[in-house]
């Protein structure tokens, strides 16, 4: 069964830092391309970041750039997004998502399978 998991998530104040991790199973994440999405209420959803699967080219949204890096751990199947400096315009739901495309794409169409998502909050 194929499956993604977020975690990670949760309260933080502003200027503080968290890391996502998005756990893979039924699959291997090495041959996917691996982005993360936001979506804050309200609004739509929104690339964040990604990795792709062909040379490990990260690309990054311009909101975060800078802020956030995105990294892949093969031997444990799963990618991260460590996100410093966040801001209150950081909090959404992230999630993370496989493309068997091997190459980053920005659209959410482009990605086949989504975890279920977890909370960041940036608050004071």
């Known amino acids: 069964q194929v499956q993604l998991v977020e975690s990670g998530g949760g309260l933080v104040q502003p200027g503080g830092s968290l890391r996502l991790s998005c756990a893979a199973s039924g699959f291997t994440l090495d041959y996917y391309a691996i982005g993360w999405f936001r979506q804050a209420p309200g609004k739509e959803r929104e690339g964040v970041s990604c990795?792709?699967?062909?040379?490990?080219?990260?690309y990054y949204a311009d909101s975060v750039k800078g802020r956030f890096t995105i990294s892949r751990d093969n031997a444990k199947n799963t990618v991260y997004l460590q996100m410093n400096s966040l801001k209150p315009e950081d909090t959404a739901v992230y999630y993370c998502?496989?493309?068997?495309?091997?190459?980053?794409?920005?659209?959410?169409?482009?990605?086949?399978?989504w975890g279920q998502g977890t909370q960041v909050t940036v608050s004071s």
């Open positions: 998502a496989a493309s068997d495309k091997l190459e980053c794409g920005s659209s959410w169409l482009w990605y086949d399978y």
């Open positions: 990795i792709s699967s062909s040379d490990g080219s990260t």
